[in-house]
């Protein structure tokens, strides 16, 4: 059993080295941004000792930008510090809102978006809402940068495409135009705390006449990742966003679901709420959209 | 394993201290600093007894490396109380019998300090949502969340 | 005595003793001491719900470098089931079981040894519920197990069956116009105190032992510790530190004896925490049960007969509270004919603990429920249904005695009256009430009075405060002294400071040690006045004690002025020595404590959800000393029933794995669930102790259990039976009644 280290390199190129490296002589590093998945995991289900390369003093992990076209928000930014941004809460509601799900005020502290996406759970609440505002992952790592979308970065229950010597910068969302609105709801036993049970995230664009254009809508924990459902969105699209449509996406997203029965929820449960919550996260992305 | 030196500040004293590379901020104040205010009660970030603040911003310790805590600031339930005695919020969790068996006190004081230093004026909906990382199994949170609302309005009257 | 008037301290709401040293981070906590060359040790644990172990070998844990120490359960020799359950010896009987034990130079180096120790295992099928540990041809948990010890019977996995039964049951249900029945589970849910077990330990060349730890009773940590060791209790000390919850789960040992075992080998103190896990898969819980109830009332209300059948998991051993869940079932009724049973059944999950009025809960969730199934039946209001047959003073509980002055109809007087049950539910809502009972206790408290020489109060005794029952003494020893309570200061001392004592549970402390304080005033009260006597040349029935001073009796002829508390120790060396006072006890007469409690919940027809809107508790105090803690015992049980109600609930698998053992998945109540817990202290004083207190802690956590059912019922139209009302299982219920 080898021992536990700690490094917080200063620049993108010494951590892709030090990942690469490590690697290369079959230690294991594991990469730590806010902790609050790592620490946890850390102590009880995976205790085995490993190199923690924190990303956080990197410049590009904090980047925060707004652009006409693009919104970046870099991969070690904390929930906390998202949701005191105006301008980026004001673009993304939905999304800012999933990273305000996760945790308590103390976890929203640390926790960051892209740990939430790399730690690749089903249920990790961003990820619906990544995925329904068309979020592109920016990594790097030894064969330079790729940019992945994130419905195809993830490969399964913990698991993701990137490699040993890879790590993720930040995500690239296309910024909303026009009657443009996001949102995303997750269902949960309590009103804080818990894993999300199911989860819908839904962003659509109207035109002058309130009919739908555009539509992507997101689902997590009920299936091994969190799933694109086009079927949810062409119900939508077209549309005015009105019952029956909203209804018909509900039933998309229930149909797309393969949930699991576990301590968090049934079969049955997460199939019939998936769609509840895209319903009542279409109207919110709509009404929203109306005000935008 | 190779200890780490860190050098951080805690309660606004320079602090030097080895900590292993996977221990929490919490084990460093505690086991390394000997502040065992700060309490530990299922070391998961579920319960809110770790609760500090990091450069000024609420976290879980048990969530936060020791040797992440290099050259930041600490701030802890043993700097609450200044020189001239309690901070308002200690005195109004004494006077509301806000804690019974005390032992998520310090974190609940930390975290509601935090609170209302970010917003002045919170109404009751926000101070719930604000301390739902904060697990208390005896009171029920009554009392709690009206010491935290009397302290609001004592802070907001002028002196 | 009860009807004690002008009470000058006693009721009042001062800021509790330990109070400053509790917001500061000060106080000291099980986990918080730090000896130097302390080991950390850990536990190795079962991974099997049942298995028969076949070898344990510590070689290769022994061999690491920074282990010290290493145990298994034949170095734990005595202690009966007890032992047997804080070291596994034959078998393992539970996922979590302790196994072994490891002492190192860090917690984590004992984590990581761990690993290196081999159990041979066995596996064996596990016992997971009720239904299968009673069926025909059941694995037995214990093959030597007979129920109620016969054992000219086959060997069951029921250890014990109860029975109380009055009248005549059939005729009663034959003569009722109406009969309701139900049958209704309640899962396992632990006490969930924030603090973990946590102690340290220490033993010298003399074999004289200290330990340090968080519990609720000195005490019984010490003749416990001694059982399991095989040792003299005088050969133990037991320091309680302050501790950090525990609702009945601290009144037992986990870890003492392996500490101090440890301790022996290494010669080195030995500290040892539980991780939130272990407290989840190896400490408390309390019973999951399954009742079945019915009743029998006349058109008008009058209840003819009713009948209970309660089975409770016990655990792996045997000592379920069903004894408490029968005396409870129907004791807010005064009935002619009754009927019931109580099964205490093992299964291969950790050993239950007292939780909170243990027992009582389970049984009157079912009861509760089905007395509001029968006033739904008979369109009766549920406050009305339960005044027409309430236990009132003379009523003979279905336990045995009759009750003295119960404070049941003026809570339920109180209830009607209240405003919060005159205005209806919000629209979409539905109310739920129900009854809460709890019996309390008394037992035996010690408590001694020092009085320093400007006359400040010292009171030592031996009930660990889990609920600021500090600051109750000094209420107490303020009133009966006549001496401001910033004089005073109460202390819980350790095994060999004070007197023996009780552990502090089923609502004894207040009443109980507090019957201890105030005698022992009394105590300081009578040397006082001879005293006073003394200086002033009088005959000490020539004294008074007035207002906290000796003053001469009416008609005394003496040109003297009063004698304080203060100015009598000033002086105490001139007359006889410092001034100590003394009582002990076997306190008798607790009192019971009824409560009526309502709540008002609103249910999401589409996820499931249940939104706790109001909720208000009504509890007959007796005497509220410290009205602030009456109420936040009040608060705190409610919401620990409200989540045993909604989410709380032990998750295992098919083999008997606890799936949600932590915070994240066994959801207890967090502050924005829950609303402000409305409150209304009743006091009917009871007759057994001075200034009338009940002990109030355990009643509130019984109503809202069934409260909540019977909200749910209410806005849902139709019943869920079992508990937790968790959103799968309301909206499978929602869609299966359309």
Redesign the interface.
């Known amino acids: 059993m080898g021992d536990y280290a700690y490094a917080a390199p200063s620049t993108v190129d010494s951590t892709v080295e030090l990942l690469s490296n490590t690697a290369q002589s079959g230690g294991r590093a594991q990469v730590l941004a806010g902790g609050t998945d790592v620490l946890v995991q850390m102590r009880s289900v995976d205790r085995e000792p490993r190199l923690l390369v924190d990303v956080k003093q990197l410049a590009e992990t904090n980047k925060l930008s707004i652009g006409d076209e693009e919104i970046y928000i870099g991969a070690a930014i904390a929930s906390a510090v998202l949701n005191e941004n105006a301008e980026l809460k004001g673009k993304l509601p939905g999304l800012i809102e999933s990273a305000d799900l996760i945790g308590s005020t103390q976890i929203q502290g640390r926790c960051t978006i892209g740990g939430n996406l790399c730690n690749s759970s089903p249920a990790g609440d961003t990820i619906p809402a990544l995925i329904a505002n068309s979020a592109v992952c920016h990594i790097v790592g030894a064969d330079g940068e790729r940019n992945v979308p994130v419905e195809d970065f993830l490969t399964g229950v913990g698991t993701n495409c990137m490699a040993p010597h890879e790590f993720l910068l930040g995500l690239r969302i296309p910024t909303p135009k026009g009657r443009t609105g996001d949102a995303y709801l997750r269902f949960i036993p309590r009103t804080e705390m818990d894993i999300a049970v199911a989860g819908a995230g839904v962003r659509l664009t109207l035109d002058e006449n309130g009919t739908c254009t555009e539509a992507r809508v997101g689902i997590g924990a009920v299936a091994p990742t969190a799933l694109v459902v086009p079927d949810a969105a062409a119900a939508l699209i077209g549309s005015n966003v009105d019952e029956a449509a909203l209804n018909a996406a509900a039933d998309a997203c229930s149909a797309a679901a393969s949930p699991i029965t576990d301590k968090r929820g049934t079969v049955e449960y997460r199939t019939k709420v998936v769609g509840v919550l895209c319903k009542r996260a279409g109207a919110i992305a709509r009404d929203r959209a109306v005000v935008a | ?2 200890k ?1 030196h860190v050098s951080t500040t805690v309660n606004g004293q320079p602090q030097e201290v080895l900590v ?3 221990d ?1 901020l919490l084990d460093t104040l ?2 390394g600093l ?16 770790c ?1 500090v603040t ?1 450069d000024g ?4 310790s ?4 020791g ?2 805590a290099d050259g930041k600031e600490v701030g ?3 700097g ?2 200044d020189g001239d005695g ?1 901070h308002v919020l ?1 005195q109004k ?5 806000a ?8 974190g609940f ?1 930390v ?1 509601a300090k ?2 209302l230093e970010k917003n002045p004026d919170p109404d ?2 926000t ?20 010491a935290v609302q009397d302290a609001a309005s004592e802070l907001a009257t002028p002196a | 005595m009860a009807e004690a008037v002008d009470l000058k301290a006693i009721g009042t709401r001062p800021v509790r003793p330990d109070g400053v040293e509790k917001v500061t981070g000060r106080a000291n906590f099980g986990a918080d001491l730090s000896l130097p060359g302390m080991l950390h040790a850990k536990i190795l644990r079962s991974p099997h719900a049942h298995a028969r172990i076949k070898s344990v070998d510590l070689s290769g844990a022994l061999a690491m470098d920074g282990v010290v120490a290493a145990i298994s359960g034949k170095d734990l020799p005595g202690g009966g089931d007890l032992g047997v359950n804080i070291l596994a010896k034959d078998k393992a009987l539970y996922h979590g079981h302790a196994v072994a034990a490891v002492a190192a130079r860090s917690a984590y180096i004992a984590e990581v040894a761990l690993d290196s120790i081999k159990v041979e295992y066995e596996p064996l099928n596990p016992v997971l519920s009720i239904d299968a540990a009673i069926a025909d041809g059941a694995t037995l948990v214990n093959e030597s197990m007979h129920t109620n010890g016969d054992t000219s019977q086959p060997a069951s996995n029921i250890a014990a069956i109860t029975k109380f039964e009055r009248g005549d049951v059939e005729k009663g249900f034959a003569d009722a116009d109406v009969v309701v029945e139900g049958e209704y589970r309640v899962p396992t849910a632990h006490q969930g105190y924030i603090e973990p077990h946590a102690c340290t330990a220490t033993i010298n060349e003399e074999g004289k032992a200290t330990v340090w730890c968080c519990t609720q009773g000195q005490f019984d940590v010490r003749s416990m510790t001694a059982q399991c060791l095989e040792m003299a209790v005088s050969d133990i000390r037991v320091i309680p530190s302050e501790i950090g919850g525990g609702f009945g789960g601290k009144t037992t040992i986990y870890l003492e004896p392996v500490a101090v075992k440890l301790s022996a080998i290494s010669g080195r103190p030995v500290k040892m925490v539980m991780s939130r896990e272990e407290v989840f898969r190896a400490t408390g819980p309390t019973s999951a049960t399954l009742c079945r109830t019915k009743i029998g009332a006349k058109n008008d209300g009058t209840i003819t007969a009713a009948s209970a059948w309660l089975a409770y998991e016990a655990g792996a051993f045997p000592g379920a509270p069903v004894g408490p869940g029968c005396m409870s079932v129907l004791a807010p009724y005064d009935l002619e004919n009754f009927a019931i049973e109580g099964n205490d059944v093992l299964v291969n999950k950790p050993k239950v603990a007292a939780y909170r009025a243990p027992g009582a809960p389970q049984s009157m969730h079912a009861m509760e429920c089905t007395i509001d199934e029968l006033a739904r039946k008979l369109d009766m209001d549920p406050l009305e249904l339960r005044l027409k047959n309430c236990a009132e003073e003379g009523t003979v509980a279905p336990y045995g005695p009759q009750f003295p002055a119960i404070g049941l109809k003026a809570c339920l007087e109180a209830a009607k009256e209240h405003p919060n049950y005159t205005t209806p539910p919000a629209e979409g809502q539905g109310r739920g009430v129900a009854v809460g009972f709890w019996f309390n206790i008394g037992m035996q408290s010690s408590a001694e009075i020092r009085i320093a020489e400007n006359g400040a109060v010292t009171i030592m005794e031996g009930s660990p405060d889990i609920g600021g029952s500090r600051a109750s003494m000094c209420l107490m020893a303020a009133e009966t002294l006549g001496v401001p309570y910033k004089t005073i200061n109460a202390h819980v001392g350790d095994t060999e400071a004070t007197g023996y004592c009780n552990t502090t549970g089923g609502s004894r402390t207040t009443f109980a040690t507090g019957l201890a304080v105030i005698e022992a005033c009394e105590d300081i009260i009578t040397q006082c006045k001879q005293r006073a006597a003394l200086t002033w040349e009088l005959d000490v029935d020539q004294v008074d004690w007035q207002d906290g001073q000796a003053v001469p009796k009416p008609g005394v002829n003496a040109d003297v002025k009063p004698l304080s508390l203060a100015d009598i120790a000033r002086s105490a060396g001139r007359t006889g020595g410092p001034l100590l006072g003394r009582a002990s006890l076997n306190a008798q007469g607790p009192g019971a404590s009824f409560s009526v409690n309502w709540t008002d919940v609103e249910v999401d027809r589409e996820t499931g959800k249940v939104d706790v809107a109001a909720f208000t508790a009504v509890q007959d105090a007796g005497r509220a000393i410290h009205p602030s803690y009456v109420e936040g015992q009040m608060q705190g049980g409610a919401v620990q029933g409200l989540g045993w109600a909604l989410n709380e609930e032990y998750i295992y698998d098919a083999n008997g794995v606890m799936e949600n053992a932590g915070f994240l998945d066994y959801r207890v109540p967090v502050t924005s669930d829950m609303p402000m817990i409305d409150t209304q202290i009743i006091e009917v004083p009871n007759p057994s102790h001075p200034y009338g207190v009940r002990g109030v802690g355990e009643t509130p956590i019984v109503a809202p259990l069934a409260a909540t059912s019977n909200a749910v019922r209410d806005a849902l139209g139709f019943r869920i039976n079992d508990l937790p009302l968790s959103p799968p299982r309301v909206l499978e219920a929602i869609d299966a009644n359309g």
């Open positions: 394993m190779a780490v292993e590379p996977n929490s505690r086991d000997g502040l065992t205010g700060t309490k530990e009660g299922c070391a998961t970030g579920d319960c809110g007894a609760s990091l911003r609420l976290v879980c048990c969530l936060v490396l040797v992440e802890t339930i043993e609450v109380a309690l200690q969790f004494l006077e509301h019998a804690l019974q068996c005390g032992v998520c006190t310090p004081i975290a935090a609170l009751e909906t101070i719930r949502y604000w301390l739902a990382g904060n697990l208390c199994r005896c009171t029920g949170y009554d009392k709690i969340v009206r």
